[in-house]
């Protein structure tokens, strides 16, 4: 087991400096002078001044000193300041914006999974009935509408339409959860729905691969009712590929998000990775680039390693 | 329809060097006329709605190349303003409903919808194709290759690939756009090309292991056969099949990346319609009505769809096929 982990950190590490590293080459060498972000493009260009923010930026270096020295910083959480909105901190922003992303993926994970666990069962308890038909459809169209679609549908009925839920602005737990909650619900389900179609497939063919084995069969014989083999024999096991493609699928997720808290005009990760490739704001870009994929491969190595800890025959192969 | 071609001739290798090569010798290759005959209702309306989609996409780059001369009204005129081309100003309204004049009616500055939407699927097709492209060509290629020739050259290849994927795909795509100032359609494909290089990668490896291994490429080796020709006369076209039915699967997803940047406004540039910045422009109107919504979001769910459900269905064809050897 300790094995396992080790190698696991190990290449956790690698890919991570490996990410880091693409990231910082792409952002570096790209066109154009980054001195044009950082100066409004009215300002005089008193050699002086440039000079300066170039000292200050460190701009004149070699690409890999920057890279080393911003790694360097990256390690101590400082990944600098952002070009356009001078003396805005990129890990200040970050902060003040990853609580709106992760309320958002988690709820839409929650959807998802309430949702579709009593589809994938249902619909292998009634494999090629017409509720497996319905449903199976269902999951097929759901997984072809993108979640933006999703998203202006939600918006046009909800919002515009019923009036039960706002279309767009974000209330902060502290103005009461049923608030916070109110502003979260559309985003949430548009995020949920292509999700909540993977999932429920998932459930439905691990399912009815599971209901062949022998030992379903012998919980049958005993007399044991549908219900609780269902739940209890069945479900067990299939909630471990669950587990795995909810990692596999957190990065679609996090790439929602970007869309979705855009739609919506949510104060998120996503929303300012958008206002900063449109300002232009290289340093903000980057950071948040890395942020995220960062936290992508470290939930995916999690996710391998608890799978590994769960299923005895990964432990100890 | 060369996919249709290309999957009805799967797996069915017959072993040993040239024989296999002779192109005479492929048993009762099915024409695409066939392989339609045998496809179910629903597979075969997906079929119609893509060779649809691709003829209207051709259509309307025909009619902007033959400046418009074609029975497809101007997807940049704006129908309530002066036209030159008549010297009068026009009659239309912004956002009309759907009439005889205007299809899908008229989107927030009086254009026709439905002119907009046929031209718009060209950036969908272009961008599908060029990824498909580059997802076979190279992606295809390097997979076959570090799958036959393995060691070292596979370490490296397979780590540079594993890295890119580490990426959530749409944030290092945004990434990757954000360093372009100006967006085209050209710089669009490329670089969603460039992305579609590693799942290819990662299909073809898996699939050149396994076909590696088999009887009719040691049969190959066996009796001399250069590597290189091993590699293209046994193995590539072998993995071939399961790459085109990938393709299709794959094409709705960069059909999806492309709406989607499109609506953050990242990819072509206004006026240029796509299906992703239709939909954002006609976001804004939906406190009047959703029907400017309606019409992309249809194009492209359905156009998505068919193409996953084309696609599937070459999937486990192959794999009956696949297993019956």
Redesign the interface.
């Given at each position: 087991m300790v094995k396992v982990i080790l190698s696991r950190l190990a290449r956790l590490v690698a890919t991570i400096l490996a990410v880091t590293f693409i990231t910082f080459i792409m952002t570096a060498l790209l066109p154009g002078d980054p001195i044009n972000a950082i100066l409004p493009p009215d300002a005089p260009r008193d050699p002086e001044i440039v000079a300066q923010i170039r000292e200050e930026f460190g701009l004149d270096d070699p690409v890999l000193v920057r890279y080393v020295n911003w790694l360097g910083n990256a390690a101590r959480l400082d990944l600098g300041e952002s070009y356009v909105n001078r003396g805005q901190s990129v890990m200040g922003e970050i902060k003040n914006r990853i609580p709106v992303t992760a309320q958002l993926a988690a709820m839409a994970i929650v959807f998802a999974v309430v949702i579709s666990v009593p589809m994938g069962v249902v619909g292998a308890y009634r494999q090629g009935r017409a509720i497996d038909q319905a449903t199976s459809a269902a999951s097929q169209i759901a997984l072809s509408v993108p979640n933006f679609i999703t998203g202006i549908f939600l918006i046009w009925l909800f919002a515009v339409k019923l009036r039960w839920f706002p279309a767009s602005n974000w209330n902060r737990w502290d103005k009461g959860i049923w608030a916070n909650f109110r502003t979260a619900v559309l985003p949430a389900s548009a995020l949920a729905l292509s999700q909540m179609a993977i999932f429920s497939r998932l459930v439905r063919s691990d399912m009815i691969a599971t209901l062949q084995e022998n030992y379903i069969l012998s919980a049958r014989a005993k007399g044991l009712n549908d219900r609780f083999i269902l739940l209890r024999h069945a479900l067990r096991p299939s909630s471990l590929s669950l587990v795995t493609i909810i990692g596999i699928n957190f990065g679609a997720l996090l790439g929602g998000t970007v869309v979705i808290e855009t739609l919506f005009a949510l104060p998120g990760l996503g929303f300012r990775l958008i206002n900063a490739i449109n300002s232009r704001d290289i340093l903000m870009v980057q950071g948040i680039t890395v942020f995220v994929a960062t936290v992508y491969v470290v939930i995916n190595t999690l996710v391998d390693v608890l799978y590994a800890f769960v299923d005895p025959r990964i432990r100890k192969g | 329809m060369s996919i249709a071609e290309s999957a009805a001739e799967t797996t069915k290798a017959s072993p040993i060097g040239k024989a296999v090569t002779a192109v005479g010798s492929k048993p009762k290759r099915k024409s695409p006329l066939e392989v339609f005959k045998e496809m179910p209702l629903l597979i075969k309306l997906s079929s119609a709605w893509l060779l649809f989609m691709v003829g209207g996409a051709l259509y309307a780059k025909l009619d902007s190349a033959l400046g418009g001369s074609l029975p497809l009204q101007d997807p940049f005129l704006q129908t309530n303003g002066f036209n030159p081309a008549t010297g009068e100003f026009g009659t239309g309204e912004p956002i009309e409903p759907s009439s005889a004049a205007h299809w899908f009616g008229t989107d927030s500055i009086a254009r026709d919808s439905f002119a907009r939407i046929i031209h718009g699927s060209w950036v969908s097709l272009t961008v599908a194709t060029v990824s498909v492209t580059f997802g076979i060509v190279i992606g295809g290629f390097l997979g076959s290759l570090v799958g036959f020739v393995r060691g070292r050259t596979e370490t490296v290849i397979m780590a540079l690939i594993?890295?890119?994927l580490?990426?959530?795909?749409?944030?290092?795509l945004?990434?990757?756009?954000?360093?372009f100032?100006v967006r085209n359609l050209y710089i669009i494909s490329l670089v969603i090309g460039f992305l579609s290089i590693p799942p290819y990668t990662r299909v073809a490896r898996a699939n050149s292991l396994a076909i590696s291994n088999r009887e009719f490429v040691l049969a190959a080796k066996a009796i001399g056969t250069k590597p290189s020709k091993i590699l293209f006369r046994e193995i590539i076209p072998n993995i071939l099949p399961t790459l085109l039915s990938f393709a299709l699967v794959g094409a709705?997803t960069v059909i999806?990346v492309e709406?989607?940047l499109s609506?953050?406004?990242?990819s072509v540039q206004l006026p240029t319609p796509s299906w992703g910045n239709m939909?954002n422009e006609s976001?804004r109107d939906?406190?009047q009505t959703?029907m400017p919504?309606v019409w992309p979001?249809l194009f492209?769910?359905l156009t998505?769809?068919s193409l996953?459900?084309v696609g599937d269905w070459f999937q486990k064809r192959g794999a009956v096929r696949g297993s019956a050897l």
């Open positions: - | 594993d890295v890119i580490a990426f959530p795909a749409l944030v290092l945004l990434a990757m756009v954000s360093i100032a709705a999806v709406g989607t609506f953050l406004g990242l939909l976001r939906i406190k959703i919504v979001s492209l769910t998505v769809l996953n459900q």
